[in-house]
DNA sequence: AAATTGCGCAACCGCATCATT
DNA sequence: GAATGATGCGGTTGCGCAATT
């Protein structure tokens, strides 16, 4: 059995609201508040709705300072942002903005962001592929892209992600597995396409070690390098090139050229270059 | 001009969570 | 601790309007 009914639909009205129900509506709730009592509300106002309709009617359309349509630029990377971070979790996003609705946020987000920033990505993508050689490459729906990104739409990803070196394992040598951290194909994977459309190389892989990026100066036989991407707040990439022939000034050079990061000068920060702007991930 | 399609938005539905008894 | 009721939330639906055929 399921459970029943929050009012009786049969004596309720649905559908959309009157102006003079909105009148009732709002002059009842001006004069003496919910009550906490939402379920009640509906009778002693003298409306023949249903508690919890009256209870969005007033959240989503009546209350005071409410702002519908509009969304700048500005509201637009924060739902953007959250929205990587949280998911759909309209209600915590509509409480960073101002006079927002979780259901405005909501269709917002169906019916134009969502295809804003899909579009976006799509001319992001084609920008890098028609930069690369002319040959034609499979996309690669792992790729990293970096910045810059599309100037009218910066897409901040907190997203946290920290990849080491073995996440960039060979799909030959280990296969898919479920519980493996998504592969980015970033460019140290065994017999992965190489370089990655848009970009230049290469890298090549440690084929001993399996699990190691190195540049083209290590040598194979004893480096031990490795790659970290810090995608958060404080977005980096860090890199370490040990052993015999590691080469930090190659992967500092890579990830200037490739990616306009910019190495950090000074004690403290060494193998590391932080992101000029914001770094994209598309998985 | 009429029919069709697509889009935006308000509202509804049902489940999850919280509060009270 | 269990049962019950109220509230909050996210997914979905359906209507009205505009654009297109």
Same mark, same amino acid.
């Given at each position: 059995?399921?459970?029943?009914?929050?009012?009786?639909?049969?004596?309720?009205?649905?559908?959309?609201?009157?102006?003079?129900?909105?009148?009732?509506?709002?002059?009842?709730?001006?004069?003496?508040?919910?009550?906490?009592?939402?379920?009640?509300?509906?009778?002693?106002?003298?409306?023949?709705?249903?508690?919890?309709?009256?209870?969005?009617?007033?959240?989503?359309?009546?209350?005071?300072?409410?702002?519908?349509?509009?969304?700048?630029?500005?509201?637009?990377?924060?739902?953007?942002?959250?929205?990587?971070?949280?998911?759909?979790?309209?209600?915590?996003?509509?409480?960073?903005?101002?006079?927002?609705?979780?259901?405005?946020?909501?269709?917002?987000?169906?019916?134009?962001?969502?295809?804003?920033?899909?579009? *976006?990505?799509?001319? !992001?993508?084609?920008?890098? &592929?028609? =930069? +690369? %050689?002319? #040959?034609?490459?499979?996309?690669?729906? $792992?790729?990293?892209?970096?910045?810059?990104?599309?100037?009218?739409?910066?897409?901040?990803?907190?997203?946290?992600?920290?990849?080491?070196?073995?996440?960039?394992?060979?799909?030959?040598?280990?296969?898919?597995?479920?519980?493996?951290?998504?592969?980015?194909?970033?460019?140290?994977?065994?017999?992965?396409?190489?370089?990655?459309?848009?970009?230049?190389?290469?890298?090549?892989?440690?084929?001993?070690?399996?699990?190691? *990026?190195?540049?083209? !100066?290590?040598?194979?036989? &004893?480096? =031990? +390098? %490795?790659? #970290?991407?810090?995608?958060?707040?404080? $977005?980096?990439?860090?890199?370490?090139?040990?052993?015999?022939?590691?080469?930090?000034?190659?992967?500092?050079?890579?990830?200037?050229?490739?990616?306009?990061?910019?190495?950090?000068?000074?004690?403290?920060?060494?193998?590391?270059?932080?992101?000029?702007?914001?770094?994209?991930?598309?998985?």
């Amino acid at each position: 059995m399921g459970r029943a009914p929050c009012c009786d639909r049969a004596n309720v009205k649905r559908g959309p609201w009157s102006p003079e129900e909105d009148m009732t509506l709002k002059s009842y709730l001006e004069r003496h508040g919910t009550g906490g009592n939402w379920i009640a509300l509906p009778q002693k106002a003298g409306l023949k709705r249903c508690g919890k309709s009256c209870r969005l009617r007033w959240l989503n359309y009546l209350r005071p300072d409410i702002k519908h349509g509009g969304f700048t630029e500005e509201e637009d990377i924060i739902i953007c942002t959250l929205y990587n971070k949280i998911g759909s979790r309209w209600s915590v996003i509509a409480s960073q903005l101002r006079g927002r609705t979780d259901n405005d946020v909501k269709n917002y987000w169906n019916t134009k962001l969502k295809k804003k920033m899909m579009a *976006a990505q799509a001319s !992001h993508y084609k920008n890098i &592929t028609s =930069s +690369s %050689s002319g #040959t034609t490459t499979t996309p690669n729906t $792992n790729l990293i892209h970096h910045t810059p990104a599309p100037a009218s739409l910066i897409i901040p990803t907190i997203k946290t992600e920290i990849y080491t070196c073995d996440n960039f394992l060979a799909p030959s040598n280990e296969g898919p597995s479920a519980s493996a951290p998504v592969n980015p194909c970033f460019m140290f994977g065994h017999n992965t396409p190489f370089p990655p459309a848009g970009l230049v190389g290469p890298p090549v892989l440690n084929g001993n070690a399996g699990h190691y *990026a190195v540049s083209p !100066h290590d040598d194979a036989s &004893t480096a =031990s +390098s %490795s790659v #970290t991407i810090e995608n958060s707040s404080n $977005n980096y990439v860090n890199w370490s090139a040990n052993g015999p022939g590691g080469d930090d000034a190659f992967f500092a050079e890579f990830f200037n050229d490739n990616y306009g990061y910019q190495e950090k000068t000074g004690e403290g920060a060494p193998n590391q270059a932080t992101v000029a702007a914001n770094v994209w991930i598309t998985f």
